[in-house]
T-cell receptor
Framework: DADVTQTPRNRITKTGKRIMLECSQT?????MYWYRQDPGLGLRLIYY???????NKGEISDGYSVSRQAQAKFSLSLESAIPNQTALYFC???????????????FGPGTRLTVT | GQNIDQPTEMTATEGAIVQINCTYQ??????LFWYQQHAGEAPTFLSYNVLDGLEEKGRFSSFLSRSKGYSYLLLKELQMKDSASYLCAVGVTGGGNKLTFGTGTQLKVEL
């Protein structure tokens, strides 16, 4: 079984709709991240969470919100989807307790979101 | 802020060696990472350098010079399956074990 899973894997939605992307992990990592990836722009950080009670904005958080329901679950919501939020979304995890590899992130398979 | 530069595309021949360069400017540097990403798939970790020098892992090696803000990923004995995007990322101190990614180098391996 995959250590980091994302649902749905693909989603087409209409402008103005609310949509939630979910991420679950079985790695026991404390830190979780949401990125979006656009052609030519690379991976950009949307939100990140140190633990259940600590959530922080990344470089492109406008139009998004998140919820860390448990250590293993981190959800990303688009309150009112717009076409320029069409992208590939990745969830990632890392383990802050292991000093040498605390920056090493493990990625989920991605969610391809299309907003029409 | 952070600025990471790497070539957009490279082409190489099967069996050859290719070097993908990455330069960076950042405050709070805490390591240089390389990830491989096949089209439509998740990035996967390749290597990590925090000290100057060369780290070798099988066919892949990564080099870091902190004073020059420079790293490279060296791929030897290229195989067709190495065709992918290679992402350079910098670890940044200041909370969150955050990584800042470059835009990636698309490597095409040809016969």
């Amino acid at each position: 079984d995959a250590d980091v899973t994302q649902t749905p894997r693909n989603r087409i939605t209409k402008t103005g709709k609310r949509i939630m992307l979910e991420c679950s992990q079985t790695k026991g990592h404390d830190r979780m991240y949401w990125y979006r990836q656009d052609p030519g722009l690379g991976l950009r950080l949307i939100y990140y969470s140190f633990d259940v009670k600590d959530i922080n904005k990344g470089e492109i958080s406008d139009g998004y919100s998140v919820s860390r329901q448990a250590q293993a679950k981190f959800s990303l919501s688009l309150e009112s989807a717009i076409p320029n939020q069409t992208a590939l979304y990745f969830c990632a995890t890392s383990d802050s307790r292991v000093a040498r590899t605390s920056y090493e992130q493990y990625f989920g398979p991605g969610t391809r979101l299309t907003v029409t | 802020g952070q600025n990471i530069d790497q070539p957009t595309e490279m082409t190489a021949t099967e069996g050859a060696i290719v070097q993908i360069n990455c330069t960076y400017q950042t405050s709070g540097f805490n390591g240089l990472f390389w990830y491989q990403q096949h089209a439509g798939e998740a990035p996967t970790f390749l290597s990590y350098n925090v000290l100057d020098g060369l780290e070798e892992k099988g066919r892949f090696s990564s080099f870091l010079s902190r004073s020059k803000g420079y790293s490279y990923l060296l791929l030897k004995e290229l195989q067709m399956k190495d065709s992918a995007s290679y992402l350079c990322a910098v670890g940044v101190t200041g909370g969150g074990n955050k990584l800042t990614f470059g835009t990636g180098t698309q490597l095409k391996v040809e016969l």
